[in-house]
Nanobody, 122 residues
Framework: QVQLVETGGGLVQPGGSLRLSCSAS????????MGWYRQAPGKQRELVAG???????NYADSVKGRFTISRDNAKKTVYLQMNSLTPEDTAVYYC????????????????WGQGTQVTVSS
């Protein structure tokens, strides 16, 4: 049962902060490139932030300066620190990544998390 498990979503007021976590579980030997995506009602899913195996990051223009993606390889976990939240950030946030698994041999496969709701409202 290889999977990505997300936590940290919830309801916050404008200007508030949330920290999302995404942990890989199962027969995972390492996490490679990882990313956070979000999808608001009536809109397409978009990349919010990505991080390479070496720690290089990239962000959507709408979140630059406010969001920070990071990783802890020992914990096989990626994080998304979200500050100065606005109602425009309201969406379901999904974790995605390439995971190195053991299945007779070692392989990289892509997985999606279940999604976690982030609602920014006063």
């Amino acid at each position: 049962q290889v999977q990505l498990v997300e936590t940290g979503g919830g309801l916050v007021q404008p200007g508030g902060s949330l920290r999302l976590s995404c942990s890989a579980s199962g027969r995972i030997f390492s996490i490679n490139s990882m990313g956070w995506y979000r999808q608001a009602p009536g809109k397409q899913r978009e990349l919010v932030a990505g991080i390479s195996s070496g720690g290089s990051t990239n962000y959507a223009d709408s979140v630059k300066g406010r969001f920070t993606i990071s990783r802890d390889n020992a914990k096989k976990t990626v994080y998304l620190q979200m500050n100065s939240l606005t109602p425009e950030d309201t969406a379901v946030y999904y974790c995605n990544g390439n995971l190195e698994i053991f299945n007779g041999g070692y392989y990289y496969q892509n997985y999606w998390g279940q999604g976690t709701q982030v609602t920014v409202s006063s």
